[in-house]
């Protein structure tokens, strides 16, 4: 089975206080994509660039402090890379890819909207400049796991207060016709719904009130697949006994072999 993890660390320096590092050494995933590190090379201890057992790959921001995504890798890729050739956004660290064989996996971290209308319009401009490159990806016939936070919950089912949040960013009509287009248009496959359909599971919550303790979350983590492989996802898996950041680890282990 090949186990692969997406998780939002809202920060690696302060996920590694909170234990980060010897979960991933328990749980032992084969592929970990990670999102929002807010931090640079000189920022990275050797362990976070390379934990035991792992290879790791990493697109870092300009800016001190944000954004920025890596990938861990038991197996040594053969190829990785940084971007994806829109500079707006590759200047934020959002995108970095590895391949294995005849598989691509991709740690993304999409725009959050939610600080205001500037950021909702460059969310919007990361759309519009990402649809294209999933349709070039798609073509290159490549089984291909896009992890990451999309910052989009997608259907009613995928956040608690959906009534109450259809003009907010991350449940906007146009945010969520977004990833509809995605997955019937370009066919690509939501796995994490294509193994379990039940409401309730969320993978981000606010730290607001008592989001956390009561559930009231979003789920805006993904691993958006070609159908191929995620025909052959077997379980799914959102960890909740320990709390890294706002965002819960997810899990998704396939019948496939590196």
């Known amino acids: 089975m090949l186990r692969i993890t997406s998780l939002n660390l809202n920060g690696i320096r302060s996920a590694e206080r909170k234990g980060f590092l010897p979960w991933l050494a328990r749980h032992k995933p084969d592929i970990l994509c990670a999102q929002e590190l807010k931090a640079q090379h000189a920022d990275m201890t050797a362990e976070m660039l390379a934990p035991a057992g792992y290879h790791g790959h990493f697109h870092y921001a300009e800016k001190k402090g944000y954004s920025g ?8 890729p053969a ?13 934020e660290g959002r995108y970095v890819r590895a391949d294995f064989g005849k598989l691509t996996v991709i740690s993304l971290y999409l725009p959050s909207g939610s600080s205001g209308e500037e950021r909702q319009a460059a969310k919007f401009r990361f759309l519009d400049a ?14 291909i796991v896009l992890c990451g936070d999309w910052n ?69 983590d993904y691993h958006i697949a070609t159908p191929g ?12 006994d320990e709390k890294f950041s706002d965002h819960a680890p997810l899990t998704i282990e396939y019948d496939y072999a590196l």
Do not use: C
Request: hydrophobic letters at 40%.
């Open 69 to 76: 995504v890596g990938l861990y890798s038991r197996m040594k």
């Open 79 to 91: 190829k990785s890379s940084a971007g994806f050739g829109v500079a707006e956004f590759d200047n």
């Open 130 to 143: 990402f649809y294209p490159h999933m349709k070039k990806l798609k073509a290159a016939k490549r089984e």
């Open 152 to 220: 989009i919950a997608h259907k009613e089912i995928d956040l608690k207060n959906w009534r109450g949040n259809q003009k907010n960013s991350g449940f906007l009509p146009e945010e969520r016709a977004w990833l509809t287009q995605v997955f019937d248009e370009l066919n690509w496959v939501d796995v994490f719904r294509r193994v379990d359909d039940r409401p309730d599971q969320y993978t981000w919550w606010s730290n607001r009130g008592q989001a956390y303790a009561k559930n009231v979350g979003w789920r805006i």
């Open 229 to 240: 492989i995620a025909a052959t996802a077997k379980r799914a898996a959102i960890y909740k």
